[in-house]
């Protein structure tokens, strides 16, 4: 991947932007709405590694970007689920 080109990623569920810079950064426009309430936007409350994008988010990344942490997928779906079934 070109380092100077910038990839911009759409959420398919929630519409959360993330760019995708030159040298891997990331920014993001909005935050994936999914993950409203779940203790992973809450920087505060966890020491790693706020996740600021949901799994469908992930999952329209290009091949070769990690954004979910391998092992983390099934524990932010149940957390989303987990805050969803209380509301
Ligand atoms: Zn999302």
Request: charged fraction near 20%.
């Given at each position: 991947m070109?380092?100077?080109v910038?990839?911009?990623?759409?959420?398919?569920?929630?519409?959360?932007v993330?760019?995708?810079?030159?040298?891997?950064?990331?920014?993001?426009?909005?935050?994936?709405?999914?993950?409203?309430?779940?203790?992973?936007?809450?920087?505060?409350?966890?020491?790693?590694p706020?996740?600021q994008w949901?799994?469908?988010?992930s999952?329209?990344?290009p091949?070769?970007?990690?954004?979910?942490?391998?092992?983390?997928?099934t524990e932010v779906e149940?957390?989303?689920?987990?805050?969803?079934?209380?509301?």
């Amino acid at each position: 991947m070109e380092a100077s080109v910038t990839t911009k990623i759409k959420c398919p569920t929630c519409g959360a932007v993330l760019i995708l810079g030159g040298s891997n950064t990331i920014d993001q426009e909005a935050l994936c709405v999914r993950l409203k309430g779940t203790k992973y936007l809450d920087y505060a409350r966890i020491s790693s590694p706020g996740l600021q994008w949901c799994p469908d988010l992930s999952d329209a990344a290009p091949m070769g970007v990690s954004l979910l942490p391998p092992g983390y997928r099934t524990e932010v779906e149940a957390e989303i689920a987990r805050v969803e079934n209380s509301a």
